[in-house]
């Protein structure tokens, strides 16, 4: 009898572990979604429909996550570029990040930013490589003075969107190490570069011409 006891408190135990974590699952994903200020966790319960939620323990485990910023008015969602609310910080973000950010970073730095990031890249302002490894997507800037500027030429920028980069590199050993891919690149960008200082060059008044006219 004693030892049909103590099973069955270890099964209540694990069984009421796997729900705690399941309810901080709910709850983190529904403020994910919801990003309206902080909210009391009586209205998070509510929302969720789990009005039976363990608060001896519940907000512990949420003052610990790294996903949730907690207040005296409550719970909200944090992630990771928590402060980015427009397509223009979003770029800022990726223009900073040397070594490149991950899609699910920026998509996830506020409702919206997956859209926004998707005209980002349309627009060739930013550039995804594929990380064979992690098998996830990192964004880069185009190059300054290439992509940034208002002035750049569509027709430069539609030949910059044909380079192809292998989808199944590794980011790392790409960056690091370089690779036939890389030097082609590199050899393509300063082409292009080169056409478009000289497109610029074409569009500047020549000043000696005017002062022989004159």
């Keep these: 009898a004693p030892a049909a006891r103590m099973d069955s408190s270890r099964a209540a135990s694990s069984s009421s572990r796997r ?11 529904y403020l994910q979604s919801n ?17 039976n939620l363990p608060m001896s323990i519940i907000p512990k485990l949420l003052a610990e996550h790294e996903r949730i910023h907690v207040d005296i008015n409550g719970y909200r969602y944090k992630p990771e570029l928590d402060g980015v609310i427009n397509q223009r910080e979003l770029l800022d973000e990726v223009e900073k990040a040397v070594t490149g950010i991950k899609r699910s970073v920026l998509e996830d730095a506020y409702i ?94 020549n000043k000696k011409r005017n002062r022989k006219r004159s």
Excluded at 22 to 28: D, E, G, P, Q, W
């Design 19 to 29: 729900n705690t974590r399941v309810y901080l699952k709910k709850i983190v994903e």
């Design 112 to 205: 919206g930013a997956a859209e926004h990031l998707k005209l980002l890249e349309e627009e060739c302002r930013v550039v995804k490589i594929r990380n064979k490894k992690e098998k996830m997507d990192i964004f880069f800037a185009f190059p300054v003075g290439l992509a940034h500027s208002n002035e750049a030429k569509q027709d430069i920028r539609k030949m910059w969107s044909k380079i192809q980069v292998s989808q199944d590199v590794d980011v790392e050993e790409f960056l690091s190490k370089g690779s036939d891919d890389m030097k082609k690149n590199i050899r393509i960008v300063r082409e292009l570069r080169t056409k478009q200082d000289q497109t610029e060059q074409k569009k500047r008044p």
């Design 35 to 51: 990003r309206n200020g902080c909210q009391k966790l009586d209205k998070i319960a509510k929302a969720i429909k789990e009005p």
